[in-house]
């Protein structure tokens, strides 16, 4: 079945670069996601990515897929306070039916 | 556009108590979800749906019903409440072609006593 895994938890500076990292099992994934969950809110969709591409970038955001390891990354530039929140790697199934999430990353950036 | 909107915001059930969440967009999207987070366990899928009248099981529907009488709704309901179904309930809908990106309401927590 499908599977999603990141690290639970993971702490930077104000300023540094932060890489967020989730590992996925299902091969036939087509779209793969970054949420951004803001203590007592709903997910915000931050960005996505097509499997048949292996980067994307969006103002401060980076993902990098490695599709052979299934592998995703998100990398934020010049993190600050206001990133600080738990953030979910999602794939998409091939029947576009339903979104299988990973358990979460907490980001915490100290200033 | 509001979005996707869930009431209420808050509950506290007694168990064996039964009650509906309530869910509606107004994106006119066709598929909708409905999810539960847990501590440690990031969103698992209740039930969703592809379309008007169309419904399907999820991860873990064991508990739950749902209709999907219009585009709009997609009620959540809890059929006679346990300590277990106490969680953060998340509604989403997302558009049917493309990406399939989901938007997501701001959630009902739901405590079972």
């Known amino acids: 079945g499908e599977d999603v895994e990141q690290s639970l938890f993971l702490s930077v500076r104000e300023g540094d670069s932060s890489v967020i990292n989730c590992t996925y099992t299902?091969?036939?994934?087509?779209?793969l996601y970054w949420y951004k969950q803001e203590p007592g809110a709903g997910l915000q969709l931050l960005t996505y990515i097509f499997s048949n591409m292996d980067m994307k970038q969006d103002q401060r955001l980076t993902v990098l897929l490695n599709k052979k390891d299934k592998h995703l990354s998100l990398r934020i530039a010049d993190t600050q306070t206001g990133d600080s929140a738990i953030y979910f790697c999602a794939e998409m199934n091939t029947g576009f039916q339903k979104l299988v999430f990973g358990t979460g990353t907490r980001l915490l950036v100290s200033p | 556009n509001a979005g996707v909107t869930q009431t209420p915001k808050f509950q506290v059930l007694k168990t064996g108590q039964s009650m509906t969440l309530q869910c509606a967009q107004d994106m006119n999207h066709e598929y909708m979800s409905w999810y539960r987070q847990d501590p440690g366990m990031g969103l698992r899928l209740i039930h969703y749906s592809v379309g008007a009248g169309i419904t399907d099981q999820g991860e873990v529907p064991n508990g739950y019903n749902v209709s999907r009488s219009t585009t709009e709704d997609f009620p959540l309901r809890l059929l006679s409440a346990a300590p277990s179904q106490t969680s953060v309930y998340f509604c989403a809908s997302s558009p049917p072609l493309g990406a399939r990106e989901q938007y997501f309401g701001p959630g009902t927590r739901l405590t079972v006593t």
């Open positions: 299902d091969s036939s994934s087509t779209y």
